[in-house]
């Protein structure tokens, strides 16, 4: 099945840091997507990005998509204690088709 | 702002048991989907549900698994025969309609363990 593939597998940084997470997949997707989890909770989206689009900002959050490597990044500014979490990236082959997770990237920001 | 209730939020059962699992999605939403987290592990798409039929599934979803909108309101999972490997973190989540872009609202999760 099609997934994400989280890189680091964790990352730790001190406050204030920024937080790069990669991810990369198969094959050809309608958009892809980020979402955070704190520790035992559910998922929360983050931020979304289509095909035809290249990056996209949301507050301190940036993502880039490089359709041609299959590849997307997860940039966090000037990271915080509250930042600890494990980020997914998830992907859409297809417009309706469900999202299929990465294995994520665990977040740990020491302040 | 608008949320998607899971329960129980913990549940032991002995293998080989029935267990059901329920959702609250939210209420205008349309499409409804369960996912495992086995614990450590990546975040694993079960099924999804719209128009009272499974409109995908996964290998996972085997014939123990099965869901069902009983009302207007809930969405069940239901695992016929609990086995230790069925221990997980289970979240239900749903979305609106086709002119979204399959964002997910998520609910907290229902932990599973099997003995």
């Known amino acids: 099945s099609q997934q994400g593939e989280e890189d680091p597998q964790a990352l730790s940084i001190q406050e204030g840091e920024n937080a790069t997470m990669n991810c990369s997949y198969k094959t050809s997707i309608n958009n892809l997507q980020w979402y955070r989890q704190n520790s035992g909770r559910g998922l929360v989206h983050l931020i979304l990005?289509?095909?035809?689009?290249r990056e996209k900002h949301s507050g301190r959050l940036r993502v880039t998509l490089d359709t041609s490597k299959k590849s997307s990044s997860l940039l966090i500014t000037a990271s915080r204690a509250a930042d600890t979490a494990s980020y997914f990236c998830a992907t859409v082959l297809q417009a309706g088709t469900a999202l299929i997770f990465g294995k994520g990237t665990t977040l740990s920001v020491s302040s | 702002e608008p949320e998607v209730t899971q329960t129980p939020s913990h549940q032991v059962t002995q293998m080989g048991q029935e267990v059901i699992l329920r959702c609250v999605p939210i209420s205008n939403h349309l499409y409804f989907y369960w996912y495992r987290q086995i614990l450590g592990q990546k975040v694993e798409f079960l099924v999804s549900?719209?128009?009272?039929?499974?409109?995908?599934k996964s290998e996972i979803f085997d014939d123990q698994f099965s869901v069902e909108r009983p009302d207007g309101s809930n969405f069940t999972l239901k695992i016929r025969s609990t086995k230790l490997e069925d221990s997980a973190m289970y979240f239900c989540?749903?979305?609106?309609?086709?002119?979204?872009?399959?964002?997910?609202?998520f609910g907290a999760g229902s932990r599973l363990t099997v003995l």
């Open positions: 549900f719209y128009n009272n039929e499974i409109s995908e």
């Open positions: 990005i289509r095909s035809n689009e």
């Open positions: 989540a749903s979305r609106q309609g086709m002119a979204g872009a399959n964002v997910l609202t």
